[in-house]
Nanobody, 122 residues
Framework: QVHLVESGGGLVQAGDSLRLSCAASGRTFSSDAMGWFRQAPGKDREFVAAISWNGGSLYYTDSVKGRFTISRDNAKNTVYLQMNSLKPEDTVVYYC???????????????WGQGTQVTVSS
């Protein structure tokens, strides 16, 4: 059974940094795209960042460009999201996802984690 487990969320102040991790088990994703999405209560899930299988291609939504960095370690079957200069509007639940043919489209991702809460106080 495949599991994606996010960790690293928490409560920080505006301007602080957090690094989210998503560890996969049950199968290897070293040949698959992986991504991060986020969702606020009552709103649609939003694309945040994605990374190609070898890390050679990176994709970001405009609101996080220059602040967030996605990376992966295929040996550890893990994807990361380094979040710097956090803002109160970054306060949402972050989800990792794996195996997609379309980096931006949540419906194309086959596997999802359970989410981790990030709260940024002003």
């Amino acid at each position: 059974q495949v599991h994606l487990v996010e960790s690293g969320g928490g409560l920080v102040q505006a301007g602080d940094s957090l690094r989210l991790s998503c560890a996969a088990s049950g199968r290897t994703f070293s040949s698959d795209a992986m991504g991060w999405f986020r969702q606020a209560p009552g709103k649609d899930r939003e694309f945040v960042a994605a990374i190609s299988w070898n890390g050679g291609s990176l994709y970001y939504t405009d609101s996080v460009k220059g602040r967030f960095t996605i990376s992966r370690d295929n040996a550890k079957n893990t994807v990361y999201l380094q979040m710097n200069s956090l803002k109160p509007e970054d306060t949402v639940v972050y989800y990792c996802a794996a195996r997609s043919t379309n980096y931006y489209n949540e419906y194309e991702y086959r596997y999802w984690g359970q989410g981790t809460q990030v709260t940024v106080s002003s």
